[in-house]
């Protein structure tokens, strides 16, 4: 049998009054049942819910049993999924017709980009598909609902991603906020955070691939780049003076100020670095 498109993941404390009208909902929507899956995992204490799903006779349905603690069992729903696509559902909602069509739209347009997916349903009221270019946007966007567990939805490649990182067993979606305990630089949270969360081996393996030095040699159009003196985050090191003179198309500027890319401009509505882009836009067309 094919891997599905769709895995709809339900993790439950085994409290059936409430999942059973979601597994109603779920399969009356008269879905190809090849097309997903439903993968409930329980780590209810003396739960009778394997016993109420007996009614419940579908090829596409799975349940595991769980010792799962907390909010782990959040997790192993996620890895418990064949689909290519892993979206979650909170055991007590109980979705509107055209829901997993819907959801099956998203993972065939998607499949191959493997974009981050969230669903809000409806409940940020505007209306269609918002796309983000950076995390910024998407933050920005969702709002509070970010940290909305039942709108996440997971790639079948990133799974395994998780495995990599030390949850926190109450709330697994959030970082582990007993590790600050060890940061005492930046250094420390990288290591700690945010190469961990990223794929990363540690914060040198983080700082050696993403570093925009590595990039500086292909760029092949006029660029300006602008880093202050001041950052307080840059070392000397970080500077690339020597990549700049060594590329025709680069300008690089180190004002005295401008801390962490601030360029603020006191007593005024334009930042610093907003007249200098422009300044050299200008500068650009009138030199061709």
Same mark, same amino acid.
């Given at each position: ?20 009208? %979601? ?29 109420? +799903? ?21 997790? /192993? ?6 689909? %290519? ?13 055209? %829901?997993? #069509?819907?959801? +099956?739209?998203?993972?065939?347009? $998607? ?52 495995? %990599?990182?030390?949850?926190? &067993? ?6 582990? *906020? ?5 940061? &005492?630089? *930046?250094?420390?949270?990288?290591? +700690? ?49 020597? #990549? ?6 680069? /300008? ?21 670095? #907003?007249?200098?882009? $422009?300044? $050299? ?8």
């Amino acid at each position: 049998m094919n891997e599905p498109l769709l895995s709809i993941c339900i993790p439950t404390n085994g409290i059936s009054k409430w999942i059973l009208p %979601t597994l109603e909902a779920i399969y009356s929507q008269n879905i190809d049942i090849s097309l997903y899956e439903v993968v409930i995992t329980d780590n209810g204490v003396d739960s009778t819910l394997s016993q109420d +799903l007996e009614l419940y006779r579908y090829d596409n349905l799975h349940y595991v049993r769980t010792n799962d603690s907390g909010f782990l069992n959040l997790v /192993t729903s996620l890895e418990c999924g064949n689909g %290519t696509l892993r979206k979650m559902l909170n055991h007590r909602s109980v979705i509107i017709p055209g %829901t997993i #069509e819907r959801w +099956l739209s998203f993972a065939e347009k $998607y499949k191959k980009t493997k974009p981050v997916l969230f669903f809000s349903d409806f409940r940020l009221k505007k209306g269609g598909c918002i796309e983000c270019e950076n995390i910024d946007s998407f933050i920005e966007n969702l709002s509070y609902w970010s940290s909305w567990s039942a709108g996440l939805s997971i790639w079948d490649i990133d799974v395994d991603r998780i495995k %990599t990182v030390k949850l926190n &067993e109450m709330f697994p979606n959030t970082i582990n *906020m007993k590790l600050m305990d060890k940061v &005492e630089d *930046m250094e420390d949270f990288d290591n +700690l955070f945010t190469a961990q969360y990223n794929g990363f081996i540690d914060a040198v393996d983080y700082y050696e691939k993403t570093s925009s030095i590595n990039f500086i040699p292909n760029i092949k159009v006029k660029t300006l780049i602008l880093t202050p003196l001041d950052d307080p985050i840059m070392s000397k090191k970080c500077y690339p003076i020597k #990549e700049a003179d060594e590329n025709k198309f680069i /300008t690089l500027e180190m004002p005295k100020y401008g801390g962490h890319v601030g360029f603020a401009s006191l007593f005024s509505k334009v930042y610093w670095l #907003e007249k200098r882009v $422009y300044e $050299y836009v200008n500068e650009i067309e009138e030199n061709k």
